[in-house]
């Protein structure tokens, strides 16, 4: 999360965001490959931040911008979510955003495979679920699951 904040803080000195974390400390190991879970998360944690940007681009000063993630254990899995306070995700585009090279960015801003990526990595490569739960204005949560 630190690594993505201060990324978007190098690129853009006036970028300023809360940020949270709600780590389960009795989780204990999970058979992932650490590198691709890093990026799925990297990934999440980037176009988090990139929402509450935007919307604080577009309010006057009220706004907070807030990025949390937690992690749970639930049943025989592990919860990552990666919540963000922005505009939350169009209906008319949610059922697009996991395939390849669709992206609601501006051209130049992103490619469109980050989301793909996320989701063939968690989907197919450690057997879990990459979902979304959003509400217009209010925010996004995407939430992965993975076998514990």
Request: proline letters at 3%.
């Given at each position: 999360?630190?690594?993505?904040?201060?990324?978007?803080?190098?690129?853009?000195?006036?970028?300023?965001?809360?940020?949270?974390?709600?780590?389960?400390?009795?989780?204990?190991?999970?058979?992932?490959?650490?590198?691709?879970?890093?990026?799925?998360?990297?990934?999440?944690?980037?176009?988090?931040?990139?929402?509450?940007?935007?919307?604080?681009?577009?309010?006057?000063?009220?706004?907070?911008?807030?990025?949390?993630?937690?992690?749970?254990?639930?049943?025989?899995?592990?919860?990552?979510?990666?919540?963000?306070?922005?505009?939350?995700?169009?209906?008319?585009?949610?059922?697009?955003?996991?395939?390849?090279?669709?992206?609601?960015?501006?051209?130049?801003v992103g490619t469109g495979l980050?989301?793909?990526?996320?989701?063939?990595?968690v989907t197919k490569g450690h057997?879990?679920?990459?979902?979304?739960?959003?509400?217009?204005?209010?925010?996004?949560?995407?939430?992965?699951?993975?076998?514990?």
């Amino acid at each position: 999360m630190r690594l993505a904040y201060h990324g978007f803080r190098a690129k853009d000195k006036a970028f300023n965001a809360e940020f949270e974390t709600d780590l389960d400390k009795t989780i204990g190991k999970i058979n992932v490959v650490p590198q691709d879970i890093g990026r799925v998360l990297l990934n999440l944690i980037n176009n988090a931040f990139y929402a509450v940007d935007e919307k604080k681009r577009h309010l006057d000063g009220s706004y907070e911008p807030c990025v949390s993630i937690s992690t749970r254990k639930v049943d025989r899995h592990v919860e990552v979510k990666v919540k963000d306070n922005g505009n939350g995700i169009q209906q008319k585009v949610l059922d697009k955003i996991f395939q390849p090279f669709f992206t609601t960015k501006p051209t130049g801003v992103g490619t469109g495979l980050g989301l793909s990526l996320s989701y063939d990595i968690v989907t197919k490569g450690h057997g879990g679920e990459l979902k979304v739960n959003t509400i217009q204005n209010e925010g996004s949560e995407f939430i992965v699951t993975l076998p514990s």
